[in-house]
């Protein structure tokens, strides 16, 4: 039987996580009411804008049963964005935040748009590089000891797990390879 996975389609890249969900062998399904939230095995949170997913999620009644849910086992994905609001707090600003994930987060780390870039990655789990796609990505500027640090940039992490929330700063929905998804889809079960 296929996990039930959700993603937050308030804003940001729904349909693509959708596929790539599918890909990866999950029964996907798009999450906008507090309601949506039965029955799912995980839930992603995608890429977008942080503050705006953050304050839809407050404005339909979603932000409080989400981060319940999550704080209660509910594997959670946070990709770029979703890795921001996963986060105990940011480097700079004011915004909703889960505060699931023990970490700090540095909003668009890398620079604006005209410096996103794509990049061969060593990820931990995975037996080659994965092709990441990197934009207007943060990095995680402080982890907390239970946090696992799967892939970094220089020195800056990229994608963290802790227990059943993973994080990363890139954008896999936005490849072909579904190896992020399916670590994510193992994670649910």
């Known amino acids: 039987m296929r996990p039930k996975v959700g993603v937050l389609a308030l804003q940001g890249d729904v349909r693509e996580h959708l596929a790539a969900l599918e890909a990866a062998g999950a029964e996907p399904r798009t999450v906008r009411h507090a309601d949506d939230l039965a029955g ?3 839930i992603v949170i995608p890429g977008g804008e942080s503050t ?3 304050k839809l999620a407050v404005r339909f009644g979603l932000f409080d049963p989400l981060r319940a849910a999550i704080a209660g086992g509910l594997a959670a994905y946070g990709t770029c964005a979703g890795m921001i609001l996963l986060a105990v707090g940011v480097t700079e600003g004011d915004q909703p ?20 870039f794509e990049v061969d990655l060593d990820v ?12 207007r990505a943060p990095w995680v500027a402080k982890a907390g000891e239970d946090v696992e640090v799967l892939a970094t940039v220089g020195d800056h992490p990229v ?8 994080a990363s700063a890139f954008h ?6 579904p190896r992020i998804h ?6 649910t079960g």
Do not use: C, K, Y
């Open 52 to 54: 705006t997913i953050g």
């Open 124 to 135: 931990d789990g995975l037996d080659t590089p994965f092709h990441a796609v990197f934009i």
């Open 97 to 116: 935040l889960l505060g699931v994930l023990d970490v700090v987060v540095r909003r668009n780390a890398f620079g604006r748009q005209n410096e996103s």
């Open 159 to 166: 994608m963290v797990r802790q227990g059943h929330v993973l």
């Open 40 to 42: 799912l095995e995980g």
């Open 172 to 177: 896999p929905e936005l490849t072909d390879d």
């Open 182 to 187: 399916r670590l994510f889809v193992e994670m």
